[in-house]
């Protein structure tokens, strides 16, 4: 089975400080994506990050970076500096080639001022 | 248009009532994709469509939901004699090409079953 398992149902982390959100997946592919999503209260699921399995370096966007372990099927988010807007449900997921997308349950994050 | 747009944006019915969800895609995505999002849940993944096809409808909780797609373009979702644990958020995306590396994501609908 293709899964994706994210740890921690729930985090908080201080205004300005960074937090790490937790991924594992399982997959006996070589090649995929993988994802983080931010869904805010208004549902809109807003796309974070990707990364290609394919490449060694571990994708950035901004405050967001991920860190990629291949061999473990590991997929962490970081993020630096947060700010109250990053306050969202947090979901992991990954593309199997010529499959669906797949879901973590997601980690509810909260910034506090 | 912009974005993915679905409608209607909530939605409350009475057990056993049909409802129908629409989902309009980002204009030129060929693949359209159905999920379902339960109360503090991850996403369940339902169905696709390529253009107007349907492959695989084994996601599809039971044979009460059903989905189409008319034109390559809106698609609508359909559960008949619906149950409380229909309850959840219906989310549609789209994509440039099926199983893309990247979804656009509609707001949902959330369909609450009295």
């Known amino acids: 089975a293709q899964t994706v398992t994210q740890s921690q149902p729930e985090m908080s982390v201080q205004e300005a400080e960074t937090v790490t959100l937790s991924c594992t997946y399982d997959?006996?592919?070589?090649?995929?994506?993988l994802f983080w999503y931010k869904q805010p209260p208004s549902r809109q699921m807003i796309l974070v990050i990707r990364q290609e399995a394919y490449k060694q370096q571990n994708a950035t966007e901004n405050r967001f970076s991920v860190n990629f372990q291949k061999a473990a099927k590991s997929f962490s988010l970081k993020i630096s500096d947060s700010q109250l807007g990053d306050t969202a449900m947090y979901f992991c997921?990954?593309?199997?080639?010529?499959?669906?997308?797949?879901f973590g349950a997601g980690t509810r994050l909260t910034v506090k001022p | 248009g912009a974005g993915v747009s679905q409608s209607p944006s909530n939605k409350v019915t009475e057990k056993g009532k049909d409802v129908e969800l629409r989902c309009d895609p980002i204009?030129?995505?060929?693949?359209l994709y159905w999920y379902r999002q339960s109360l503090g849940q991850g996403l369940e993944f339902l169905i696709y469509f390529q253009g107007n096809s349907a492959p695989d409808k084994s996601g599809l909780p039971s044979d009460r939901f059903s989905a189409e797609r008319t034109g390559g373009s809106v698609s609508t979702l359909t559960i008949q004699r619906t149950q409380q644990e229909d309850s959840a958020v219906y989310l549609c995306a789209s994509s440039l090409v099926l199983f893309s590396n990247e979804q656009f994501f509609g707001p949902g609908t959330r369909l609450t079953v009295l």
């Open positions: 997959t006996s592919e070589n090649n995929y994506y």
């Open positions: 997921a990954f593309i199997p080639p010529n499959n669906d997308m797949r």
């Open positions: 204009s030129g995505h060929t693949a």
